[in-house]
């Protein structure tokens, strides 16, 4: 998924830094930003307790069927129901008109107020058609809870792939673009199973810092937000594939109402204290922090708060620019990525 901040091409970077700084025996390591969750499954394959957290629910979907399953799914209700193929099965049902179609695409919206196409006629109607089915299995204990948070994972997965959207949900595209056109297909992730004595993988869906009350451990790796690009309506429509609970919806874009996502990091004069009321809660010796150069909050403001804290050191790095919007004009197209480094006292 083309995720905003995702660390996917930065793994090694982070890696390096860790490295340097972590000194002694370490046994486990919370990803409390999760997002795609790149950073939790590269270091999964690490000998390491891994904890992932996301306030979106579509995250948490992911970091369940990614992240926390380390088996691997048999479905075997399923098949003693008759259905051998799961996927087969879902990618075969007929369309029906539900949430998504009614309220997304633009046959199902064009009596309404607001005129949308996020997805296509047809794949809106065979969005809900899974969605639904998923549902339906689970009520009837066809599937188990990580069957059903897999297959939600890769619905998740699927639909972002054939959104009309320019790569975030603030906007739909006004002609229908060519991968929006394709009929959707339902794949199979990757599900990332590491064999390596036993180890703890539990997801969690809570705010950064209600989960730092309750859960400690030795590395703690921050990955916020930079700036005020909210992900609860850069992604809204996930969020409600994932949720499937019929929001209360608004304007041309069809945000959730109640977007009480709102992250602290997202509003200047709140991201830096918030930053500190993590660090300062935190109960890991060793704190991570990715942040670039054009974030909220300034490099000296993050050296001062964590310095505050323990020996905190800097390592710095290049990077190209996330572009949501292709047509936008920036002044460089790089942004210099860093990872603010705490050894805590
Ligand atoms: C920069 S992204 C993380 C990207 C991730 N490292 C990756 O590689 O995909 C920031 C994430 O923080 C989450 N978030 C924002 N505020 C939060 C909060 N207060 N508690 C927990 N998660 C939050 C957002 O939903 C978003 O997924």
Known sequence: MNYIGSKLS????????????VKTD???????????????????????????NDIQYFSYVNAKAIIENNHPLTFETLKKAGIADPFEYLNNLKGRKGFIYKNYSFEGTKEKEHQRMYFSDENSKLIDAI?????????????????????LACLIEASDKVA???????????KIK??????????????????????????????AKELLSHVKGDILYMDPPYNNRKYDTNYHLLETIALYDSPKIKGKTGVRV???????????????????????AAQFRYIFLSYNDEGIISLDEIEKIMSKYGTYSRYEKKYKRFKADSNRQYERDYTVEYVHCLVKR
């Open 164 to 174: 009309n959207t320019a790569s975030v949900y603030e906007a739909f595209l006004k």
């Open 10 to 21: 930065l793994l090694q970077f982070i890696e390096e830094a860790m490295d340097n700084v």
């Open 26 to 52: 370490v046994h486990s390591l919370l990803d409390i930003f999760g997002g795609t969750n790149a950073v939790a499954s590269y270091f999964k394959t690490k000998n390491l307790d891994i904890y992932v």
């Open 131 to 151: 969605r639904l089915k998923i549902r339906l299995w689970q009520r009837n204990a066809l599937i188990d809870e990580k069957e059903y948070y897999y297959l």
């Open 178 to 207: 060519t991968s929006a056109q394709k009929r959707m297909i339902l794949r199979p992730l990757d599900l990332n199973i590491v064999s390596q004595g036993e180890h703890m993988y539990l997801a969690f869906n809570e705010d």
């Open 258 to 280: 109640e977007l009480n996502k709102r992250s602290k990091f997202c509003v200047k004069n709140e991201a830096a204290d918030y930053l500190e009321e993590l660090i300062k």
